[in-house]
C-alpha cells in the first residue's frame, strides 16, 4: 500500500475520527460545500436586510461553486429565522444573516433555540446609523416640531416597529424617555412593510436602516427628520442628527453572516475569507454605500466582540424598561 494516503480516505479518517468524538459536527474542509447552502433572513423580502443578502448569496454562490439560496423567515422580532438556523445541525449549510435582534432577543425571549454564545459570526457586512423617517403628512418637520407636537397631541403620533425586542422599538421608547413625548407603538413584519406604511400615511414614523429610506425621502414620499449616527450621513447631508436636535442619542447596527456554534473551524474561516472578499468589492460597496450605510466587513473574532457588546449595551436598557417576551 502507498505511504501517500488519497484525499478521499483522509476525507473517511477524518469523518471516522469525528463519529468516534461524540455529535459535535464535523466536515472535511475539502469536502465544503458538497450541497446548496441557506442563507435565512428574518425580515421580509425587499427590505434593507433582505437586498445585501441577495446581493451576497449571488456571489457567494459564484465563489464556492454550489448555489447560496436566501430564505425569508420574518416575525417575533427575527427569532423565527435565528430559531431555524440554530435548531439544524452546525455544518455551515444554513447561516443566519444576522443583526443588532439577534443578540438582543437572547436577553428578550425566555424560549429561544440559542443563547449568546451559540452565535457564531463569520464576517460583519455592513453598518449604519439609523434614519427617522416621517410620513409626509405629519404636520412636523423637524425633530423639534415632532417633540412639541406630541406634547401638544398625545394620543396622535404613531410609529413602527418590528417586534418588542427591535430597535424601533427600543428607541422610540428611549426617545420618550428622553423628551417626555408619547408616541404610540404599532407592530409590522419587516422594515419594507413599515416604510410602505409611512409612505401611504398610515403610520407617522419609522426609525429605520438609511439603505431603504434615503432612496425614498430623494424622491420625496417622506420626510427624514433625524439620524442616529454621531455625524450627518453623507447620502443627506441636510438631515441633522438627534444630537444637532437637542437629543443626547447616537446609535448604529450592523449587519452580518452568522453560523451556530460547532459549525466546524475551517469552514468559518472559508466563509469569512469569500465573505470579506464581496464585502470589499466595488459593487457591494457601492450598493450599501449609496444609501448611507458602510461597507465593512471583519474576522470571526472581532465579530464575536461586536455580539457581546451589543447584547451588554442592550441589557441595562431592557431591564429599565421591564420587557421580557416567552
Not at 447560496?68 to 444554513?94: C, H
Request: aromatic fraction near 6%.
Amino acid at each position: 500500500m502507498s505511504r501517500r494516503m488519497s484525499a478521499g480516505v483522509r476525507a473517511r479518517c477524518v469523518l471516522a475520527a469525528c463519529a468516534l468524538a461524540g455529535s459535535v459536527p464535523c466536515v472535511a474542509a475539502d469536502d465544503y460545500p458538497s450541497r446548496p447552502i441557506r442563507l435565512v433572513v428574518g425580515f421580509t423580502a425587499g427590505g434593507p436586510t433582505d437586498i445585501p443578502a441577495r446581493f451576497l448569496a449571488d456571489r457567494l454562490s459564484g465563489s464556492l461553486g454550489r448555489q447560496v439560496v436566501v430564505e425569508n423567515k420574518p416575525g417575533a422580532g427575527a427569532s423565527i429565522a435565528a430559531n431555524d438556523v440554530m435548531s439544524r445541525p452546525r455544518e455551515g449549510y444554513d447561516l443566519l444573516l444576522c443583526t443588532y435582534f439577534d443578540s438582543v432577543n437572547t436577553l428578550m425571549y425566555r424560549s429561544l433555540h440559542y443563547k449568546l454564545p451559540d452565535l457564531v459570526g463569520i464576517s460583519l457586512i455592513a453598518r449604519y446609523a439609523y434614519a427617522v423617517a416621517a410620513a409626509n403628512s405629519l404636520p412636523a418637520k423637524t425633530f423639534p416640531e415632532l417633540i412639541a407636537y406630541t406634547k401638544q397631541y398625545p394620543d396622535r403620533v404613531n410609529y413602527a416597529q418590528l417586534g418588542i425586542a427591535s430597535t424601533q422599538n427600543l428607541l422610540a421608547r428611549r426617545l420618550e424617555k428622553l423628551t417626555g413625548m408619547t408616541m404610540t407603538a404599532i407592530p409590522y413584519k419587516g422594515s419594507s412593510e413599515a416604510t410602505q406604511a409611512i409612505v401611504a400615511g398610515q403610520n407617522h414614523l419609522y426609525i429605520g436602516p438609511p439603505l431603504g429610506i434615503v432612496p425614498l425621502y430623494r424622491a420625496g414620499q417622506l420626510n427624514v427628520l433625524a439620524v442616529t449616527g454621531d455625524e450627518r450621513l453623507p447620502a443627506i447631508p441636510e438631515v441633522p442628527t438627534l444630537k444637532e436636535s437637542g437629543i443626547p442619542l447616537v446609535a448604529y447596527a450592523w449587519l452580518g453572516v452568522c453560523a451556530g456554534a460547532g459549525t466546524p473551524q475551517p469552514v468559518v474561516d472559508l466563509l469569512n475569507s469569500r465573505i470579506v472578499a464581496i464585502v470589499n468589492s466595488p459593487e457591494y460597496r457601492a450598493l450599501i454605500e449609496k444609501s448611507g450605510s458602510v461597507a465593512l466587513s471583519s474576522t470571526p473574532q472581532e465579530f464575536r466582540k461586536v455580539i457581546q457588546e451589543t447584547a451588554d449595551d442592550a441589557a441595562p436598557i431592557i431591564r429599565e424598561l421591564g420587557i421580557q417576551l416567552d
